[in-house]
């Protein structure tokens, strides 16, 4: 039904014909790939805008990925800052502007790999942060990269802990100037993206001081580097932090400032500004600073995360129907290992979180334009709310995610373990997202500080945000779920996740007050909670997940037999998550051991129906060959020949080893002499 062609876009073989063992699987999909691709574009106009963006920038060789994986990293890193300047000159010639359709296609078809990241956020930064008159010198500026930024909050002795940076900003009234230091060690600037060697500018994060005393940490606009000839300003001590796990093309940088100077209207005042005499007037709450955070945190999802996934389960989910291993029964040939009940307990079930993930994105997404849009109108009520499920959806999708990547990397077996598969490099990078924009833990306990306020106000009949109006309704004692069929009910599996929830945020609201009313002081009570509270925030993370996924699946069409496709994933997702996660829904009886049973019937029974579209699934991710980079996921299935031909691109297979003159030659030829 939904076989695709080898034409332009469904990426021809460069070997020839498409191995039969992948060919096959196209030729039995329920649904149409075409179209289940339009709808995770947004509609057929957006693929087709995608789509023409990917052939811009492939087409391009100065975008070339060939042979990255044997680059030095001077050698990753000069090339992605040639493709970042590069990109503004095909931007103009292609006439993609920055608040265009196409705007949002680019950074996914440039695959990553690309320099000047940070100065994105440094511009963010300013248009919610500064004011019209700040926007208005510094943007354009910005914009026509007269200046490059970069973004300088994490210091070496604090991270996501904001109130905690040591850097310092001291107010001269007598100047009208702001004097930087770094006063210790631990306040270093540590990890920015584009300081170590690129940036000229950059967003220092400091505290402010007036008069000796402290306001708070605050934004400053800094210039670290000449426009001139790129040497560091006075006062200024930056280099690159050194080698990493991946990001190799990326120059992060530390950053000392030594009585450096910047004027008065360098600090960001949209919501608060000092005066000349040195007052300080508010305008607003000081979580306006959690704002740019919060922004990045959601960008972050679709752009670091959901990618790799989608393109491990794309590279994972074609090898397995082209690896033929051992016999499922005696006489007939090696079968395919994604006909191997374990394989597909492996595989599909992160197929699935990339789907229900891809939903969750979109209403992130859609909560985030709301929001802001507020904001601009200086109302700040939706702000709790949108830090909290950032913080909570950024730390699970990246656990997740992680997790999702590494097992369809050891998926893969020894081949999987090569750089050549792509696979090792989605993992370091995708493993890397865990860590910036906040540690997970301390993102998931400041969900779950937001989770507790809720809880409390929502018993006590007073209003609460949208995401958490169910903790005012009654648990049920016990899932009505008569056979395994019922667990392919959304709303039986729904209630379950949210009792579930419930359960788990108000046993820690009451373990804390117990503790509190022991005589427990607060700060301690909270620490003693926080295994508890992480729990919790997973669970309502995890329950939002479930229920915007089933909502989603609901408002399809069901012609094209995609919602069809996407309830059996739905299911999967759910039943996979209680499969899991047993003793959580066992604990209180909800689910009984029988119902557990069934839950286990249905989560199985649905991989093989799924196992026969899992190729369509990945197919409508629509990557390129280019773009997975990948010998074993590409389009024509051409595994052992692709990582033949790539393994002799090797630099080390075309020169004499020095090690042979120096030391092997030596060995053997004395081992001669004595034979």
């Known amino acids: 039904m939904a076989l695709l062609g080898t034409g332009k876009y469904s990426q021809g073989s460069i070997l020839g014909s498409v191995n039969p063992d992948l060919a096959s699987e196209r030729q039995t999909a329920s649904f149409s790939v075409e179209k289940l691709t339009a709808w995770l574009d947004g509609g057929a106009e957006c693929t087709q805008i995608r789509r023409a963006v990917v052939d811009a920038i492939e087409s391009d060789p100065i975008f070339s990925r060939e042979n990255q994986y044997f680059q030095s990293q001077n050698e990753r890193y000069e090339a992605a800052?040639?493709?970042?300047?590069?990109?503004?000159?095909?931007?103009?010639?292609?006439?993609?502007?920055?608040?265009?359709?196409?705007?949002?296609?680019?950074?996914?078809?440039?695959?990553?790999?690309v320099a000047l990241l940070l100065h994105r956020v440094f511009m963010r930064s300013i248009l919610v942060l500064g004011s019209d008159k700040q926007n208005a010198k510094w943007i354009p500026l910005a914009t026509q990269y007269?200046?490059?930024?970069?973004?300088?909050?994490?210091?070496?002795?604090?991270?996501?802990?904001?109130?905690?940076?040591?850097?310092?900003a001291v107010f001269d009234t007598t100047t009208q100037e702001f004097i930087l230091n770094t006063p210790k060690v631990s306040a270093m600037k540590w990890w920015p993206g584009d300081m170590g060697r690129s940036a000229t500018h950059t967003m220092v994060f400091a505290q402010l001081y007036i008069h000796g005393k402290c306001y708070g940490v605050h934004p400053f606009i800094v210039q670290i580097r000449s426009l001139q000839d790129h040497s560091l300003c006075p006062g200024i001590i930056a280099g690159d932090i050194g080698p990493k796990m991946s990001f190799e093309h990326a120059d992060n940088g530390f950053l000392m400032l030594q009585n450096v100077r910047v004027p008065r209207e360098n600090m960001l005042n949209k919501f608060c500004e000092v005066q000349p005499d040195g007052t300080y007037t508010r305008r607003g709450s000081q979580q306006i600073n959690y704002l740019t955070m919060t922004t990045v945190r959601i960008s972050l999802i679709s752009d670091e995360v959901l990618v790799p996934l989608m393109k491990a389960c794309t590279i994972a989910i074609r090898y397995s129907v082209v690896r033929r291993q051992s016999k499922l029964k005696p006489g007939e040939e090696e079968a395919k290992i994604l006909d191997y009940q374990t394989q597909q307990e492996k595989l599909l079930p992160q197929l699935a979180a990339a789907y229900a993930f891809h939903s969750i994105n979109d209403y992130l997404q859609k909560l985030l334009e709301k929001g802001c849009s507020e904001i601009q109108e200086k109302n700040l009520d939706m702000l709790p709310e949108l830090h909290a499920l950032s913080s909570g959806f950024k730390a699970i999708i990246t656990q997740y995610s992680t997790s999702a990547v590494e097992i369809c990397l050891r998926a893969c077996g020894g081949h999987g373990y090569s750089l050549l598969s792509g696979?090792?490099?989605?993992?370091?990078?995708?493993?890397?997202?865990?860590?910036?924009?906040?540690?997970?833990?301390?993102?998931?306990?400041?969900?779950?500080?937001?989770?507790?306020?809720?809880?409390?106000?929502?018993?006590?009949?007073?209003?609460?945000?949208?995401?958490?109006?169910?903790?005012?309704?009654?648990?049920?004692?016990?899932?009505?779920?008569?056979?395994?069929?019922?667990?392919?009910?959304?709303?039986?599996?729904?209630?379950?996740?949210q009792h579930t929830a419930i359960r788990l945020i108000s046993s820690t609201a009451a373990k804390l007050q117990d503790l509190m009313q022991s005589g427990v002081k607060k700060h301690d009570a909270w620490n003693q909670c926080t295994v508890q509270l992480v729990q919790a925030a997973k669970a309502h993370c995890h329950y939002i997940t479930v229920k915007n996924f089933t909502e989603?699946?609901?408002?399809?069409e069901p012609k094209a037999g995609i919602q069809k496709i996407m309830k059996h994933l739905c299911d999967l997702f759910a039943l996979h998550g209680i499969f899991s996660n047993a003793g959580v829904f066992l604990h209180d009886g909800?689910?009984?051991?029988?119902?557990?049973?069934?839950?286990?019937?249905?989560?199985l029974d649905l991989l093989p129906v799924i196992r026969k579209d899992a190729v369509p699934l990945v197919d409508a991710f629509d990557f390129t060959d280019k773009s997975l980079n990948s010998a074993l996921g590409s389009y024509d299935g051409q595994v052992y020949q692709r990582l033949y031909e790539w393994a002799q691109k090797s630099p080390t297979n075309k020169q004499i080893s020095p090690a042979y003159e120096r030391y092997l030659k030596p060995l053997l030829h004395n081992t001669l002499s004595k034979l």
């Open 423 to 497: 696979l090792p490099s989605l993992y370091t990078k995708i493993m890397a997202s865990c860590i910036y924009e906040g540690e997970n833990t301390i993102l998931l306990l400041q969900t779950a500080r937001f989770l507790i306020k809720c809880f409390m106000a929502a018993r006590a009949g007073q209003p609460v945000p949208p995401s958490v109006t169910y903790l005012a309704a009654e648990k049920l004692g016990k899932c009505p779920a008569r056979n395994k069929l019922d667990f392919l009910r959304p709303d039986i599996y729904t209630e379950a996740y």
């Open 552 to 556: 989603t699946v609901e408002k399809l």
């Open 590 to 603: 909800y689910l009984s051991g029988a119902q557990m049973d069934m839950v286990t019937a249905s989560y």
């Open 146 to 168: 007269q200046l490059v930024g970069s973004y300088a909050q994490t210091e070496l002795g604090h991270g996501t802990y904001l109130q905690g940076l040591e850097t310092t």
């Open 81 to 113: 800052v040639r493709k970042a300047v590069h990109l503004q000159k095909k931007m103009h010639e292609m006439g993609w502007t920055e608040d265009g359709p196409e705007y949002k296609h680019i950074y996914r078809a440039v695959s990553g790999d």
